[in-house]
């Protein structure tokens, strides 16, 4: 089983859509969460990064943590062409000294216009 | 504030040749993160530098192995070249590694074709 599972797509919505992205993991050790949005030939940018569960908004932008579930999600509200991009969940590990990032193989979206 | 830059943008070897990959990480970032982003495999990990140490590496062979500068940029050496290391390198940076809630910050990558 993978750390971490995301569904690859491609998912296409109409402009003005709520998207939503998820991915669920399997180490409940997990403690820090992030979306990256990585458009063609482009290195992943930052989009949210949350600790603790529960929501985190930024714009159209929401990061969901359900931790008891193991399960997060990124929902874009009033989608935009310019959202068509893949999009990697990651988590790392907390404490010092011990690297684990790992990263969701990507979810691609398209907007329609 | 610039980013994470990585150079050059494309690189083009033959089997059994080397290549080097070059990062300069944001300004006031210690840590340096080097990653393979191969078609349809998402990002496997490479190596992580902080202070000019190697702090840890993913499931690679030796012959894919790095360096950090006393500026902290970074440098990826890929020997022995393989059709198979044909990838998307990407180099990230953050504020200090593995150490309280710092994100990592990406470059966009050196794209390495193996002919």
């Known amino acids: ?113 | 504030e610039a980013g994470v830059t990585q150079s050059p943008t494309h690189l083009i070897k033959t089997r059994g040749q080397q290549a080097t990959l070059r990062c300069s990480p944001i300004s006031g970032h210690t840590s340096v993160y080097w990653y393979q982003q191969a078609l349809g495999l998402g990002l496997q990990f490479l190596l992580w530098y902080d202070e000019g140490e190697e702090r840890n590496r993913g499931n690679f062979p030796p012959r894919f192995s790095g360096r950090q500068f006393p500026n902290y940029s970074s440098e990826l050496n890929v020997n022995a070249l393989e059709l198979e290391d044909s990838a998307l390198y990407l180099c990230a940076s953050s504020l200090v590694g593995g150490i309280g809630n710092q994100p990592q910050h990406f470059g966009d990558g050196t794209r390495l074709s193996i002919l």
Not at chain 1, 60 to 74: E, M, N
């Open chain 1, 1 to 113: 089983q993978k750390e971490v599972e995301q569904d690859p797509g491609p998912l296409s919505v109409p402009e003005g859509a709520i998207v939503s992205l998820n991915c669920t993991y399997s180490n409940s050790a997990f403690q820090y969460f992030m979306w990256y949005r990585q458009y063609s030939r482009k290195g992943p940018e930052l989009l949210m990064y949350t600790y603790s569960s529960g929501n985190k908004e930024d714009g159209r932008f929401t990061a969901q943590v359900d931790k008891s579930s193991k399960y997060i999600s990124l929902f874009i509200r009033d989608s935009q062409p310019s959202d068509s991009a893949t999009y990697l969940c990651a988590m790392r590990f907390p404490g010092s000294g011990t690297y684990k990032y790992i990263f969701g193989t990507g979810t691609r979206l398209k907007v329609l216009a």
